[in-house]
């Protein structure tokens, strides 16, 4: 069974660090871009990241500078760093698995989805 597995949200102060992981059972990362997607309450999913199979990277604009996005095939997954988090970074973070060697921007092209990790940045 295709799964992927998301671990590392909590709550944080802002300007606090997270590191979210993304983590495949019954196939192998090595030939899938992955993104990183969010939802907030109430507001559409968006992409936040994603990284190719090269080890090539996008992030949207909102957190660019601040998030990471990195992989290690070795241990099929995927992690992403974010750093300087604000209140509006608060949402459920999911990753997600394309056939794809480079990233694709439509959430519609990801094959397989986590069940996301909570990240909430409050005082």
């Known amino acids: 069974q295709l799964q992927l597995v998301e671990s590392g949200g909590d709550l944080v102060q802002p300007g606090g660090s997270l590191k979210l992981s993304c983590t495949a059972s019954?196939?192998?990362?090595?030939?899938?871009?992955i993104g990183w997607f969010r939802q907030a309450p109430e507001k559409e999913r968006e992409g936040v990241a994603c990284?190719?199979?090269?080890?090539?990277?996008n992030y949207d604009d909102s957190v660019r500078g601040r998030f990471t996005v990195s992989r290690d095939d070795a241990k099929n997954t995927i992690y992403l760093q974010m750093d300087n988090l604000k209140p509006e970074d608060t949402a459920i973070y999911y990753c997600?698995?394309?056939?794809?060697?480079?990233?694709?921007?439509?959430?519609?092209?990801?094959?397989?989805w986590g069940q996301g990790t909570r990240v909430t940045v409050s005082s």
């Open positions: 997600a698995a394309a056939s794809s060697a480079g990233c694709l921007r439509s959430s519609h092209e990801y094959n397989h």
């Open positions: 019954g196939f192998t990362l090595d030939y899938y871009a």
């Open positions: 990284i190719s199979t090269t080890g090539g990277t």
